[in-house]
Every structure is written in C-alpha cells, then in structure tokens.
C-alpha cells in the first residue's frame, strides 16, 4: 500500500474527535482526509444538527481543500465511527463529480479497507452521471 495512505489515515484519526458541541449539534464521529492533486492532505469531520445543516466528514475536507485555493481531488479516505473505512454517499459522490466532470472524477481513488489496503475508483462506484 502506497505510504500515502498512511498519512491520510493518521491525518484523519488525528481531527476524529467526536463530541457534543451544543443540544443540537454532534460533530467529529465521522472523518476523512482528502489528497488533492497538488500532494497536499486535507482533513474534515462531520458535523451533525438536529434540523440537517451538518455536513459529512468528506464534503467537510473537501471544503477545506476549496478554501485553500485548490479543487481536484486524488485520493480520498474515511474513517468511521466504528473505525472501518466507508465510501462516500451519494451527496458526496455527486460533489467530487461535479468538481471535477468530464469523466476526470472516475479516476479518484476511495480506500475501502485500510487494513488490507483494498481501494476503488470513483468511476467504479459511480460509472454513469446523470447529467450526461
Ligand atoms: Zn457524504
């Protein structure tokens, strides 16, 4: 496995801090670490309100990538509140395709399982988009 991986994960267990910030909001159960294309890492958690205005962990470290000025992602990396890696659901999914369309998203690489190292391309996961 590319060392890459490991500094992602680490990257994201080190922001994984879940807790209770007020009566209706909970944030930091769920984390993720994006690899822009530039080489740099960047991390979000998610925040969860009571009236849905929270935000997955990986749109979180998506908007943060934004924020620093770059938007074409190359790996991506969630660590879940049990600890297993997850895909990224379908809002998220629709987002990384839309930064970047054209076919561009299918080669973002999604860890599936850190333990055994196995991933999958954005493409493989969401072959047709429904613009196109
Ligand atoms: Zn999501």
């Known amino acids: 496995m590319d060392k890459i991986w490991t500094e992602m994960y680490k990257a994201a267990i080190a922001v994984k801090n879940k807790r209770k910030i007020s ?3 909970t944030c930091g159960g769920v984390s993720a670490a994006i690899l822009s294309k530039s080489g740099k890492i960047y991390t979000g958690v998610c925040i969860d309100t009571s009236s849905t205005l929270g935000i997955c962990a990986e749109r979180n470290a ?3 990538m934004i924020t620093n000025g ?4 190359d790996k991506v990396l969630c660590v879940m509140s049990n600890g297993s890696n997850g895909t990224p659901c379908g809002a998220c999914r ?3 395709v839309q930064l970047m369309p054209n076919g561009k998203y299918k080669d973002i690489e999604i860890m599936l399982d850190y ?3 196995r991933t999958v391309r954005l493409g493989e996961i969401t072959p047709l988009w429904w613009i196109k």
């Open 23 to 25: 009566e209706y909001v």
């Open 62 to 64: 998506i908007f943060n």
């Open 70 to 73: 770059e938007h074409e992602i």
């Open 94 to 96: 629709e987002l990384m």
């Open 115 to 117: 333990t055994s190292g």
